[in-house]
């Protein structure tokens, strides 16, 4: 028999020693292997990269961005969003004036979140007030006086008749 031949009729040892089999190795020397079988990219196990690369270790970020950054503060996605005062991302909600959370911020009439009002001079939670002739921060009606204009009472008890005790008696 010819070196190299298995038998005289010129067959020669396939991959698993077989005389005149069909067995043979795959790329990766394998006898009767598959091959580089996906994901795998050699065969050594290797999968592509996010850049096509065999073996590479450049990776999609959560964003879907090969070696991007990821979701970076203050955003909570990747669309650039924050999240609302109630911890939504991309929430509409927000602090009114008050502090609160989705709250209708000062309440009508009141001048702070404290339920204070505004004086008669605008100061809110002033203590200035209105006198009885509608001043603000006036006398009220003076010492002697029956009304607003100064006015006394005449003799016949009418404020502001003008009588006076000659008159009367």
Not at 17 to 27: L, M, P, T
Not at 43 to 71: A, L
Request: net charge negative; glycine share 20%.
């Amino acid at each position: 028999m010819p070196e190299g031949y298995c038998d005289c009729a010129g067959h020669v040892l396939d991959c698993n020693n077989d005389c005149g089999g069909y067995a043979a190795k795959d790329i990766c020397g394998i006898c009767n292997g598959p091959g580089v079988v996906a994901p795998f990219c050699d065969c050594d196990g290797n999968k592509r990269d996010c850049k096509g690369f065999c073996g590479g270790t450049d990776e999609m970020d959560e964003c879907n961005i090969c070696n991007g950054p990821g979701i970076v503060g203050p955003f909570c996605d990747c669309a650039g969003h924050v999240e609302d005062c109630m911890g939504k991302c991309g929430g509409l909600a927000m602090m009114d004036k008050c502090d609160v959370c989705n709250g209708d911020g000062i309440p009508e009439g009141d001048c702070d979140c404290d339920e204070n009002k505004e004086d008669c001079e605008g100061t809110c939670g002033g203590s200035v007030g209105v006198d009885t002739c509608g001043v603000c921060d006036g006398p009220g009606v003076a010492e002697g006086a029956c009304n607003c204009a100064g006015d006394v009472d005449g003799c016949d008890g009418v404020c502001g008749s003008g009588l006076e005790m000659d008159i009367c008696n």
